[in-house]
């Protein structure tokens, strides 16, 4: 959807008549339905200086002019294009417009600079970044401009910017960026114009403008080739048993789909470890390469991060992350806009979007109504917030409603846990999630300590950590997450002064594979969905021990967990309801936690009571396995194999 079209010439007319925002506005309305005149007029500086750079003779006046280009399936606009010829080719120039007087530095962060925005100074992305990044989500999902081979040329303008000598808007440390993308500043006009000019030598002779807004949504060759050489070889996305066999019947299965124009729901039950997020990267991945437009779709950020940067390999900044989607993404989605969606971590899914839950109708009929086919993968065992509805009665009744077919399957073999559905098992029986028959066992081999100083648990997780960088430090959510001092790893979040202890919350979206963030700890926000070989487990004061039983206590959390939001109105009104929410969603924290490591979890407990809870339960676990080894020495005994 583009905002406003019109030639060069038209352009510079409507500003110089001041008939541009008039226009603008009555287009908004048309097209949007809301807006002010505020906020286009907001605009207006930018848009006069644009028009000042456009007053060049050299520039045709026939070159098409674009304003406000939303990018399909995302909430991307595009500030300005020009379209037409450079006597041979066809290109585009995108110009992404900034009115900011002042940038720092982020030395420590790949595209990243500081500015004053929303009024005050945050992080966001360097302008040319971010055209660069624009330019190559059109290049890569744009069918037209890959068959028609339109070139685009992306570039900033920050035209209230007065640079300086040493400036940190042009600082080495942004050289690959700018390279792709320039960035022009005030007083570079004429550096902007030849900029333009050298692509720009011609009218658009061939409604560039009308090939870009109207081209199909297709993946490109080049991205498909990418991400297939990135799984290739790569041990961390390999299928086994089945997880192969479900991998294929949901991909046929799509296909079909597509095929038939039939509306399918496929919902894929397992716990922590049986391979859910391996087999969608594979799906992901492999439905690209069939010319099928799909995303990997989670509530939770930290999975899509992680995955999206093992994806790239070598590849320091690419496309990938465009095909990585939050579930709010989706609130304006019309009937199967995409082929597929794959839905990881469905039990995370909410009701409403938005920062303030505001934001369209129901995310899980949001996901099916977008798409085709769309693929669930969920562990109703793993709610962790009152918010989340992800559920599979919920999932079938929205399906149902959008008279969706139904296809149901589950996965069972453990990956995770050193191959051991027996720890899960146990685990359960010893968080009294509910009663197994694993009382005292383990199942196979799973390396569980509890240690009585989290000092000595931190070194044990660097120690294994130099191995491979795949043990980390997590903890539950009993210690605020400040928002001050979050840059600074040194500033411990976390502490247990009786131990001299402290750590910070993770800091990087993507520490768990951060060389640099064994000395961070991960929240259940930033680690579920992730597995590791190894984690240690803070256990905090929401969970401890009173005459054997396990007591839940919600009001240990911290202010800044947004996992129990409201709990605190609902115990007022109806304590026993509080708890009755709460309690699960605390055990199922622990739970998820503690079985992020494939080979081993080792747990620390504020709660003196609990932490001998866990000691007696894990001796329970080793006078078992004593015992088993006994009576397998006696009937080999028996058989003649002990001589």
């Known amino acids: 959807m583009i905002i406003y079209e019109s030639t060069k010439e038209q352009f510079v007319g409507d500003v110089v008549n001041e008939l541009l925002i008039d226009r603008l506005y009555s287009s908004y309305q048309e097209k949007i339905g809301r807006t002010s005149k505020s906020e286009i007029r907001s605009w207006e500086n930018s848009l ?10 050299d520039i045709p006046r026939d070159a098409a002019v674009a304003i406000e280009f939303n990018i399909p399936n995302t909430s991307k606009r595009v500030d300005f294009l020009i379209a037409g010829n450079d006597g ?63 070139r685009l040329e992306p570039c900033a303008y920050l035209h209230n910017y007065r640079k300086i000598a040493d400036d940190p808007l042009t600082d080495v440390h942004y050289e690959e960026h700018l390279e792709k993308a320039p960035v022009f500043t005030k007083g570079e006009i004429q550096k902007l114009r030849s900029f333009i000019k050298k692509y720009i030598r011609v009218g658009d002779r061939n409604n560039l403008i009308y090939q870009i807004e109207n081209g199909r949504i297709r993946p490109s060759k080049s991205l498909q080739d990418a991400l297939n050489n990135m799984l290739q070889g790569n041990e961390e996305f390999i299928m086994i048993d089945e997880q192969k066999v479900f991998f294929e019947e949901a991909f046929h299965l799509a296909l079909e789909c597509i095929r038939t124009d039939e509306k399918h729901v496929m919902i894929v039950e397992g716990g922590p470890g049986t391979g859910k997020s391996v087999m969608a990267i594979n799906l ?61 971590e469905a039990h995370r899914l909410n009701e409403k979007s938005g920062l303030f839950r505001n934001k369209g109708e129901n995310q899980i009929k949001e996901l099916i109504k977008g798409a085709n086919f769309t693929l669930f993968f969920i562990d109703e065992n793993q709610k962790v917030t ?13 399906g149902e409603e959008l008279n969706a077919k139904i296809v149901y399957s589950r996965l069972t073999s453990q990956f995770r846990c050193n191959g051991s559905d027996g720890y899960i098992a146990w685990l359960d ?40 960088n795949k043990s980390r430090m997590m903890a539950g959510y009993c210690w605020d997450w400040p928002s001050k001092q979050r840059r600074d790893v040194h500033h411990h979040d976390i502490t247990i002064p009786e131990y001299n202890f402290g750590m910070s919350w993770n800091i990087e979206k993507t520490w768990a594979i951060e060389d640099s963030s064994v000395r961070e700890a991960g929240c259940i926000h930033t680690a579920q969905g992730l597995e590791f070989d190894y984690v240690g487990v803070i256990i905090g004061d929401d969970l401890r021990v009173e005459e054997g039983q396990l007591i839940t206590d919600h009001t240990k959390r911290a202010k800044t967990d947004q996992s129990l939001k409201g709990i605190k ?12 929410l709460a309690d699960p969603i605390i055990r199922n924290t622990y739970r998820t936690l503690m079985t992020r490591g494939q080979k081993g979890c080792f747990v620390y407990c504020t709660d003196p009571g609990l932490q001998s809870y866990f000691k007696e339960r894990l001796q329970r676990v080793k006078l078992h396995m004593q015992a088993r080894q006994r009576n397998l020495y006696l009937v080999d005994e028996q058989d003649g194999y002990g001589e």
């Open 429 to 468: 029986d010893v968080l009294q999630i509910r009663q197994t028959a694993n009382v005292n066992d383990m199942g196979m081999d799973y390396d569980f300590r509890v240690f009585d100083d989290p000092n000595e648990m931190l070194k044990e997780i660097e120690k294994l950590n130099q191995l491979n």
């Open 284 to 344: 992901l991945v492999k439905l690209i390469d069939q010319d099928l437009v799909a995303m990997y779709v989670t509530k939770n950020a930290a999975p899509r991060d992680v995955y999206s940067t093992k994806l790239k390999g070598d590849f320091k900044k690419s496309h990938i992350d465009n095909l990585f989607k939050g579930s709010g993404s989706f609130t304006q989605v019309e009937d199967n806009e995409f082929d597929v969606l794959i839905v990881d």
């Open 88 to 150: 041979d080719q066809d290109h585009v120039v995108i110009v992404e417009l900034k009115q900011w007087e002042m940038v720092e530095k982020i030395e420590s962060r790949d595209a990243i600079v500081k500015t004053y925005l929303g009024g005050g100074l945050r992080e966001t992305t360097h302008p040319s970044y971010q055209a660069w990044s624009y330019a190559a989500l059109i290049e890569d999902f744009n069918e037209n401009v890959q068959q028609r081979e339109i």
């Open 569 to 580: 109105k609902i115990a007022k009104e109806d304590p026993a309801r509080a708890h009755e």
């Open 48 to 57: 006069q200086k644009m028009s000042n750079v456009m007053q060049d003779e």
């Open 386 to 398: 009152l918010q989340d509805i992800g559920s599979t009665d919920e999932i079938k009744r929205y």
